[in-house]
């Protein structure tokens, strides 16, 4: 809370000064409570934030009292972007709540405003790494110790793809080595449930490139991603997957006994599945590469295998905006 308390009382009285006109916006209580004014002052010594209501009066609500990301949300745009001090400290402050991307945002824009105080957005950017590092690594403990290993997989993805430099990064690679194809396995042993021996000898051919997909899909997430290992993995891994369709198309779902049409569209849709999460791995590591087109080509290729997908969507989304910020995203 000190360290919230340093920089929300500069902040506060920035953005009292900056902006003594503008319209009030709704600030969110923890208890769910809305409330509808402009931050105007704070008080160091009480840990209270001032508010000037709708009406015109001031209320006083404490840290303790608020939910920060809220004050966050509603103050960020009121920022200045070329007021370093500004940018440095609301940075700072999405950084304290666990927005990390758009603490990233505010510090490349901090550096923007002022290129010769480099060094102090480098020391943020670096204590923004080790808390990102910190905050993915008990996320994914936390599903671990609950037995969700997909949430884990998540969270130790992001680690390898964002911040595979920090030591939860070098974990994460190490955990995914357990839990990867583990989870590839059951959500297979989902779709071919109650098989009969002709129906997964049916499938074989196709389970054999998918197997083959998943081991060079994990051997791209746990590769150094300094050099090229990561992109001819996840490559290899693509055209693993285009052999697993075609040994689908040759699959007959109308011989009596055999591989059922359901059973058919639910493991061509775990192939396409595969297919899309590789393209979205290769689109991150072009992003993180500043390599925004081919990143683009990526997140396309992957809508164009399945045009619902709400990651490749995301992803898409994601990437345009990072090419026109130039920032990577979490």
């Known amino acids: ?76 745009s009121r920022v200045p972007k070329d007021d370093f001090d500004k940018q440095l400290r609301i940075g700072k402050l999405a950084c304290e709540v666990e927005l990390f991307a758009h603490a990233v945002r505010h510090f490349d824009q901090a550096r923007a405003a002022d290129p010769a105080r480099g060094a102090e957005v480098d020391a943020a950017v670096t204590a923004l790494k080790r808390q990102a ?18 949430e884990a997989e998540k969270w130790l993805v992001k680690l390898t793809e964002k911040l595979p430099d920090e030591p939860e990064g070098v974990q994460a690679q190490q955990m995914l080595e357990e839990y990867y194809a583990r989870n590839r396995r059951e959500r297979e042993a989902e779709v071919l449930a109650r098989a ?33 290992a990561s992109v001819s993995a996840w490559e290899g891994a693509l055209k693993d997957g285009e052999r697993a369709l075609k040994a689908l ?66 992803a898409r989304a994601r990437i345009e905006r990072a090419a026109a910020e130039r920032r990577w995203g979490w």
């Open 1 to 76: 809370m000190r360290t919230l308390a340093r920089i929300l009382a500069p902040l506060a009285a920035a953005l009292a000064l900056a902006f003594p006109a503008v319209a009030a916006e709704y600030v969110k209580l923890k208890d769910g409570t809305l409330v509808k004014g402009d931050a105007v002052a704070y008080d160091e010594a009480t840990e209270t934030l001032t508010f000037r209501m709708e009406d015109g009066s001031s209320r006083g609500f404490k840290l303790s009292e608020l939910d920060l990301r809220s004050v966050y949300l509603v103050n960020r």
């Open 133 to 150: 590092a910190t905050y993915g690594m008990q996320k994914a403990k936390d599903a671990v110790s609950r037995g969700d290993l997909r």
């Open 196 to 228: 009969s021996a002709q129906q997964q000898k049916d499938l074989e051919k196709a389970k054999g490139h998918f197997d083959r997909m998943v081991e060079k899909t994990q051997k791209g997430l746990t590769a150094n991603r300094s050099g090229n």
């Open 249 to 314: 198309d040759g699959v007959d779902t109308s011989v009596q006994g055999g591989v059922t049409p359901d059973q058919m569209a639910g493991y061509r849709k775990m192939v396409i599945d595969q297919m899309v999460e590789v393209h979205l791995h290769l689109a991150s590591l072009w992003t993180v590469r500043s390599s925004y087109n081919q990143a683009l080509s990526e997140a396309n290729k992957a809508l164009a295998l399945d045009p619902k997908s709400e990651h490749a969507l995301a």
